[in-house]
């Protein structure tokens, strides 16, 4: 990665008891996504690809432009936030991926989003 390209992406994940159903199957969590842009430039956020895997190792792969609808353009130092969720078959799974971006200067770059961790509280994998 250059050194103008510092993307800090990170996460926090909370399990949704309402939303979720065990006897069907469905386990819902939201992810809180806070993206940082430590660069040298402003960059604006074009796409997403996740890559989620639940506790039996069925992974899914998702793509799509921006985020919750948006292409948020980031300036340097500045962060942009948003939830969203998803819904595994089991009570624990993870999930990772990247941010398609575009820099002032022109140039696309991708910015590594961490695997992070999706669990029931107590739930043992």
């Known amino acids: 990665m250059e050194s103008h ?20 199957k469905q386990f819902a969590f939201a992810y809180h996504i806070t993206i940082t842009n430590k660069g040298d430039y ?11 895997v639940d506790g039996d190792q069925k992974q899914q792969e998702v ?3 921006g985020v919750v609808g948006q292409q948020p353009y980031i300036l340097p130092g500045s962060s942009y936030s948003y939830s969203s969720g ?3 078959d089991t009570p ?7 941010y398609q971006m ?4 022109g140039e696309f770059f991708d910015a590594h989003i961490p695997l992070f961790s999706l669990r029931v509280p107590a739930a043992i994998n």
């Open 102 to 105: 575009l820099e002032d200067t």
């Open 5 to 24: 390209r510092l993307i800090d992406v990170r996460v926090e994940t909370e399990f949704l008891p309402d939303r979720s159903n065990a006897a069907k």
């Open 86 to 88: 998803c819904i595994l």
């Open 63 to 65: 793509q799509g432009d």
């Open 42 to 52: 402003g960059a604006k956020l074009l796409t997403r690809h996740w890559y989620i």
């Open 92 to 98: 624990v799974g993870c999930m990772h991926g990247s």
